[in-house]
């Protein structure tokens, strides 16, 4: 499994990015998708996640602001980062994750950084 990670950058406080997710290689088709972040200094934290039904999860701090969405057909996974603070600066990191044979298969992309100026 490779996750490929894109749309990270450097926007002012209260701008937008999306950040893009394709997964390739075998897995299964029931699994969730996500986006965890990462700041200096803290743990990393989930930011969003939808499973292939739709159903979406949303970190307590983003709550409101931004949006997962995914296309299943074409393994992918967007997540609309609106109204972005200086607080959201991190690292973000791609996440599959599914049930097989009994056990959790967990797959991270390669980070990709956002950066929110005051």
């Known amino acids: 499994v490779q996750l490929q990670a894109s749309g990270g950058g450097l926007v002012q406080a209260g701008g937008s990015l999306t950040l893009s997710c394709t997964a390739s290689?075998?897995?299964?088709?029931?699994?969730?998708l996500g986006w965890y972040r990462q700041a200096p200094g803290k743990q990393r934290e989930l930011v969003a996640a939808i499973t292939d039904s739709g159903v979406t999860d949303y970190g307590d701090s983003v709550k409101g602001r931004f949006t997962i969405s995914r296309d299943n057909a074409k393994n992918t996974m967007e997540l609309q980062m609106n109204s972005l603070k200086p607080e959201d600066t991190a690292v973000h990191y791609c996440?599959?994750?599914?049930?097989?044979?009994?056990?959790?298969?967990?797959?991270w992309g390669q980070g990709t950084q956002v950066t929110v100026s005051s």
């Open positions: 996440n599959l994750l599914y049930i097989s044979g009994g056990s959790a298969k967990n797959f």
């Open positions: 290689g075998s897995f299964v088709s029931i699994n969730a």
